[in-house]
């Protein structure tokens, strides 16, 4: 074990990476050194047209920021933007149908309550300025939450994420430090200690963020540490436990170097609560490439001509004379002289403006498009996606395709940020709602207009069974004859009863099997088909697919024709348009009205199919 994970203290151990963070650089490759830290302070500049060079040059002038990383940062937010209605949940299983609609309506609830459409617009918005997001999970009294962690309060290893300790720096005020007694558990003497403390010093802050004062530094550290952390025994000093401590550190007076250090939670945890996400990975570092970081270059070569051209303009704006004649030594044209008056200067002394008009402007203005067409090649996006009108006589199908193929590399990125979010739905939603639902209570759950006709077909038919067996109970016990049951009759009364309901349905476990939520929704995350972005379709071809399908069953001679419809299943299944689970569940359906004389087909004579005017 490395000495950054066996520390003579986590206040020793934050000090250290905070400072191997800020100045330390990784070198990836021979000639690629990379500081995390210097990265995304130049990201933050960039976003903010801020120079990291200082807003003045050396003459005293404001230079000036053509800002176009912000354009391309928007373009890669909306390119890759993921909603809570692409979230679905599918049964790989037809078995598993009402497993996946229980497991899609809590989620549903959840992020109704938990603001996860925010959730996704904040992880987006960062993922595309930056490459990489850092996400916090926190389960609590109150829930599920998951939150974004700003890159400027988060220290990690800069080449390995996963495997190492980071840790998280928070600002409260006093106030907000002693509240969290109560509601994060923090040592009530350690807190007063550090505020009397904080009192009369001040902690360790290189830079402040702004003129507050009041605010207290803390650092959230988690990772796998000495367990003689926790207990103080020597005999756990070579036993490893994931755990988490905040503690905060105050400078001693008059000596450098010296801390005294405030530990105000130590406890183990299950698990590590940060995940890193990324739209697409790199090798040999922890932050991806975002869109800000691919236009460095361009950015600064495009700043340089844009100062260029500036500069030039300014000169050119000027109007300068020049004289021999001495009397006109230290005047000028605009404070001295007068609409009117009249000049006279010596003989052989004429005064005539000098050229100094702008040369060869076209140059310098090429020059900056030409970095900013590799900026937008480089990103991957393309002028249509900027709304840029295309150029007169274009082809709206030749604008369409290369918006089609622009967004071939978002797809991409979309896709990964879809496998990132399934696998937080996997290991940390769908196993919290299994815990949560260790009960028998009743679920209810909002419809839509398919989803109820889905489960009435199913619930409707076992209540009305059960309402007249209970009667025929009730006619036995009081000693009359059970009575014969009309299903038709108790199915409609059961309908009649659901109506007020309007689209609002109510669950319990007991009316599939006798056991809790818990234990009908056990291995459910592995169990169930998470599809997030849709990437295993391509709607225009399942489009395509559906509109040739409908054609064929509409035909009259369609019901007739076993190998028709045998052909049709297995496009619809081999294209992904229609799941086996939703085809079986279909013809199930179809032949449940049949033997039931919901509907008795008239019996045609098979014929052969027409479509677009050809036999089939």
């Not at 000027?318 to 002289?337: C, E, S, Y």
């Not at 299994?434 to 409707?460: G, M, P, Q, T, Y």
């Not at 399942?542 to 297995?570: D, F, H, W």
Request: with cysteine; proline share 3%; glycine share 4%.
């Amino acid at each position: 074990m490395s000495d950054t994970t066996k520390p003579d203290s986590i206040g020793s151990y934050v000090r250290k990476a905070q400072n191997d963070y800020v100045h330390g650089t990784t070198i990836i490759s021979k000639h690629v050194p990379f500081s995390q830290y210097e990265t995304l302070q130049k990201i933050d500049a960039y976003l903010n047209s801020r120079f990291t060079t200082g807003q003045f040059d050396s003459l005293g002038r404001e230079k000036p920021f053509f800002n176009i990383v912000t354009a391309a940062a928007n373009v890669w937010f909306r390119a890759t933007d993921i909603d809570r209605k692409n979230v679905k949940i599918r049964a790989t299983k037809q078995d598993d149908w009402f497993r996946s609609f229980i497991a899609t309506q809590l989620l549903q609830d959840w992020m109704r309550r938990e603001k996860f459409g925010q959730f996704l617009n904040e992880w987006g918005r960062v993922l595309a300025r930056y490459g990489s997001a850092v996400v916090k999970t926190v389960e609590n009294d109150t829930g599920l939450h998951f939150f974004v962690i700003p890159w400027n309060q988060i220290v990690c290893d800069v080449v390995d994420f996963d495997d190492n300790p980071k840790f998280e720096q928070i600002e409260l005020t006093e106030s907000q430090l002693r509240g969290r007694i109560a509601t994060h558990g923090y040592d009530e003497q350690q807190v007063e200690a550090l505020i009397e403390a904080k009192k009369a010093r001040e902690t360790l802050d290189r830079q402040k963020k702004d003129n507050r004062t009041g605010y207290i530094k803390l650092f959230e550290v988690h990772g796998s540490f000495s367990k003689e952390l926790l207990t103080d025994k020597e005999s756990d000093r070579n036993k490893f436990v994931q755990q988490i401590q905040v503690i905060s550190f105050v400078g001693k007076k008059g000596k450098a170097n010296e801390f005294d250090d405030f530990v105000l939670v130590r406890e183990e945890e299950k698990q590590d609560p940060y995940t890193i996400t990324h739209l697409i990975k790199e090798d040999g570092r922890t932050l991806a490439i975002g869109a800000v970081e691919h236009l460095f270059q361009a950015q600064w070569q495009i700043n340089h001509s844009t100062k260029s051209v500036r500069d030039t303009l300014d000169i050119a704006s000027k109007v300068v004379f020049q004289t021999a004649d001495a009397k006109f030594l230290g005047r000028n044209v605009l404070d001295n002289i007068e609409s009117g008056d009249i000049l006279i200067h010596a003989m052989n002394q004429p005064m005539t403006q000098l050229n100094n008009q702008s040369h060869d402007m076209t140059s310098e203005q090429n020059y900056a498009v030409s970095w900013k067409n590799a900026g937008n090649e480089i990103t991957g996006i393309s002028e249509a996606m900027l709304g840029a009108t295309p150029k007169s006589g274009t082809a709206w199908r030749q604008t369409e395709a290369v918006l089609q193929e622009s967004h071939s590399l978002f797809e991409i990125m979309t896709e990964n940020k879809g496998l990132h979010l399934e696998d937080l739905l996997r290991e940390r939603v769908l196993p919290y709602f299994r815990k949560k639902l260790n009960n028998k209570d009743e679920i209810a759950a909002v419809l839509e207009s398919h989803d109820i006709e889905k489960i009435d077909s199913v619930f409707v038919p076992n209540i009305a069974l059960k309402n007249a067996q209970r009667r025929n109970a009730e006619r036995v016990l009081n000693g009359e004859d059970a009575q014969e049951v009309d299903i038709e009759e108790e199915e409609m009364n059961v309908r009649k009863a659901l109506a007020p309901l309007g689209n609002q349905r109510f669950f319990k476990p007991s009316e599939i099997k006798p056991q809790t939520w818990a234990e009908y929704l056990k291995d459910l995350e592995w169990d169930l088909e998470i599809d997030i972005t849709g990437e295993s379709k391509n709607i225009q071809e399942v489009m395509t697919t559906l509109n040739t399908a409908l054609q064929v069953i509409a035909n009259p001679g369609y019901s007739q024709n076993k190998e028709a419809q045998m052909v049709v299943g297995r496009i619809l299944e081999m294209s992904s348009a229609i799941s086996p689970v939703e085809l079986a569940a279909a013809r199930a359906n179809n032949t449940a009205q049949v033997d039931g004389g919901a509907r008795q087909p008239q019996v045609q004579p098979q014929q052969p199919l027409v479509i677009n005017n050809q036999q089939v």
